[in-house]
């Protein structure tokens, strides 16, 4: 039984004396250690399966006489359950350790460690601020085996209320993968995130603003009789005759442009999903490139900025001019991809050299890294129809798709 001789005026007068007892006991086995240097440390005697062992509860008085009290009941506690409390605490600070090395931001910073190599730059700094901006505020200093699908639908709720259906989604699936990454590591249990199926809002899809196809050869006669800059009216036509991504055309380089081999090489840093891209170019495209060459030819870009030659193009200039020309709300620089692939489809072309051409996600990630140049022959084909077509669009009633 705890006798409690000691006091608070006791502990902070005490000091140590060579000649003196070294040792103020307070009962129970809990004592106050006089150190030389002028410290007093909180030990505990106890004896657990007849050997006497001791442990320490920190100095005085940053651990109060309360304090220690409180430490020295609940060891007793776990001596009556037939529990060493020195091998208890060890084993505590051990599994403390684990989980501070188990926190779900270290496994998500290491699961982008080990992505690197099939990522750009720029990939895996979007994929980590990400994370920054909408994951770790929440759960970045958790340990990952203690989230459950309750805390992770909390966070994709918070996105959600903000209208960001799509970056919930995806930071689902990102969170996803980083918590199968812990389970395949041995730092986690399951994956809580398979838990949400079905649980994320959704809203109506909705086809990217474009015209028919019966309204095709308009546009192309529009384009052709451009009276804007003519870097601008060019952009246009490749973006037709290509129907690439716009961002894609915007940051295009002379390097990228193999004439003899009439490919486009796009560089997997500049695609949306980071992988290489190979646009066969039609005899229409390599036109257009050639009289573009004679314009911004001695530059980085096809299509530099018209105040600044050093910077890409402004991502606005295609869309407001097919606004210029009529089709505010009717067409965007995106809207030429929904018309290529409807018409080819409708054409009969292969459903697969389309989708390559569209550079659209294949599921298997580690093929698609490698695929770029799949169905090159038949893509080349398909795009010298696509360029026929549409040049024979733009000639209907005799108004020809010409340079200018």
Sequence with gaps: ???????????????????????LFDGGGLFLELMPTGSKKWRLKFRFNGKENRMSFGDYPLVSLAEARDKRDAAKKLLLEGIDPAQHRAESRR????????????????WIGNKRDGWSEHHAGRIRNQLDREVY????????????????LAVIRRIEERGALETAKKTLQMCGQIFRYAVMTGRAERDPSGDLRGALRTRTVKNMTRINASELPEL???????????????????????????????????????VEQAEWRIPAEKMKMARPHI???????????????????GGRWLFPHSWHCHQPMSENTVLYAIYRMGYHSRMTGHGFRGLASTILNEKGFSSDWIERQLAHVEGNGVRAAYNHAQYLEGRRTMMQWWADHVEQEGRSNVIQFSRK
């Design 1 to 23: 039984m705890a006798s409690n001789r000691l006091t608070d005026v006791i502990c902070r007068s005490a000091k140590y004396d060579s000649d003196g007892s070294k040792k």
């Design 95 to 110: 599994q403390q350790a684990i989980k501070s090395e188990n926190l779900f931001s270290i496994i998500a910073e290491e």
């Design 137 to 152: 505020p929440d759960l970045g200093m958790r340990p990952i085996s203690e989230i459950t699908a309750r805390d992770l």
């Design 220 to 258: 192309m006669r529009k384009i052709d009789t451009y009276h804007g800059q003519p870097v601008t009216r060019l952009a246009l036509k490749l973006l037709a005759l290509t129907f690439v991504r716009t961002i894609e055309l915007r940051h295009a380089e002379w390097t990228e442009i193999d």
């Design 279 to 297: 646009v066969a170019l039609s005899r229409q495209a390599l036109e257009v490139i050639e009289e573009l060459r004679g314009l911004t030819g």
